[in-house]
Protein backbone atom coordinates (compact mmCIF):
# COMPACT_ATOMS: atom_id res chain seq x y z
CA UNK A 1 0.00 0.00 0.00
CA UNK A 2 3.04 2.54 0.91
CA UNK A 3 3.59 1.95 -2.91
CA UNK A 4 0.43 3.92 -4.37
CA UNK A 5 1.49 6.78 -1.54
CA UNK A 6 4.35 7.39 -3.18
CA UNK A 7 3.35 6.92 -7.04
CA UNK A 8 1.17 9.62 -6.28
CA UNK A 9 3.27 11.78 -4.80
CA UNK A 10 5.54 10.75 -7.86
CA UNK A 11 2.73 12.16 -10.09
CA UNK A 12 2.44 15.15 -8.73
CA UNK A 13 6.12 16.22 -8.63
CA UNK A 14 6.55 14.98 -12.06
CA UNK A 15 3.46 17.11 -12.81
CA UNK A 16 4.59 20.13 -11.11
CA UNK A 17 8.24 20.07 -12.84
CA UNK A 18 6.08 19.96 -16.33
CA UNK A 19 3.92 22.90 -15.38
CA UNK A 20 7.08 24.75 -14.84
CA UNK A 21 8.55 23.73 -17.74
CA UNK A 22 5.97 24.36 -19.79
CA UNK A 23 5.19 28.16 -18.48
CA UNK A 24 9.35 28.79 -18.96
CA UNK A 25 8.89 27.78 -22.81
CA UNK A 26 6.57 30.61 -22.77
CA UNK A 27 3.55 28.70 -24.86
CA UNK A 28 1.40 31.10 -26.79
CA UNK A 29 -2.29 29.52 -25.72
CA UNK A 30 -3.07 28.22 -22.40
CA UNK A 31 -5.74 25.54 -21.48
CA UNK A 32 -6.99 23.89 -18.49
CA UNK A 33 -8.97 21.30 -17.83
CA UNK A 34 -10.03 19.04 -15.10
CA UNK A 35 -12.57 16.49 -13.20
CA UNK A 36 -13.33 17.14 -9.36
CA UNK A 37 -15.03 13.69 -8.15
CA UNK A 38 -17.40 14.39 -5.88
CA UNK A 39 -18.41 10.89 -4.08
CA UNK A 40 -19.59 8.74 -7.34
CA UNK A 41 -20.84 12.49 -9.13
CA UNK A 42 -17.72 13.97 -11.40
CA UNK A 43 -17.75 17.74 -12.23
CA UNK A 44 -16.05 17.34 -15.33
CA UNK A 45 -14.59 21.68 -16.46
CA UNK A 46 -12.51 23.15 -18.88
CA UNK A 47 -11.44 26.15 -20.95
CA UNK A 48 -8.99 26.90 -24.15
CA UNK A 49 -8.37 25.26 -27.51
CA UNK A 50 -7.57 21.89 -26.00
CA UNK A 51 -9.75 21.39 -23.43
CA UNK A 52 -11.78 18.68 -24.91
CA UNK A 53 -8.45 16.67 -24.82
CA UNK A 54 -7.91 17.68 -21.20
CA UNK A 55 -11.26 16.90 -20.19
CA UNK A 56 -10.96 13.23 -22.03
CA UNK A 57 -7.90 12.89 -20.23
CA UNK A 58 -9.43 13.40 -17.15
CA UNK A 59 -12.50 11.83 -17.53
CA UNK A 60 -10.49 8.50 -18.19
CA UNK A 61 -8.24 9.29 -15.40
CA UNK A 62 -11.40 8.93 -13.18
CA UNK A 63 -12.70 5.73 -14.68
CA UNK A 64 -8.90 3.96 -13.91
CA UNK A 65 -9.65 5.39 -10.10
CA UNK A 66 -12.96 3.81 -9.79
CA UNK A 67 -11.78 0.68 -11.58
CA UNK A 68 -8.69 0.18 -9.27
CA UNK A 69 -11.08 1.01 -6.05
CA UNK A 70 -13.04 -1.53 -6.91
CA UNK A 71 -10.31 -4.63 -7.48
CA UNK A 72 -8.64 -2.90 -4.57
CA UNK A 73 -11.12 -3.43 -2.19
CA UNK A 74 -12.32 -6.79 -3.62
CA UNK A 75 -9.29 -8.02 -3.16
CA UNK A 76 -8.98 -6.62 0.54
CA UNK A 77 -12.24 -8.46 1.21
CA UNK A 78 -10.67 -11.74 0.15
CA UNK A 79 -7.69 -11.15 2.68
CA UNK A 80 -10.08 -10.47 5.06
CA UNK A 81 -11.67 -14.53 5.00
Known sequence: M???????????????ILVALASMLG???SSVGGIILI???????GAGPS???LIAVGVILAFIIFVLLF???RRI???EF
Do not use: T, Y
Not at 5 to 10: H, V
Not at 39 to 45: A, N
Open 39 to 45: GPFPIVF
Open 27 to 29: GNS
Open 71 to 73: VMR
Open 77 to 79: GRA
Open 51 to 53: APW
Open 2 to 16: VWILLSGFAVIFIGV
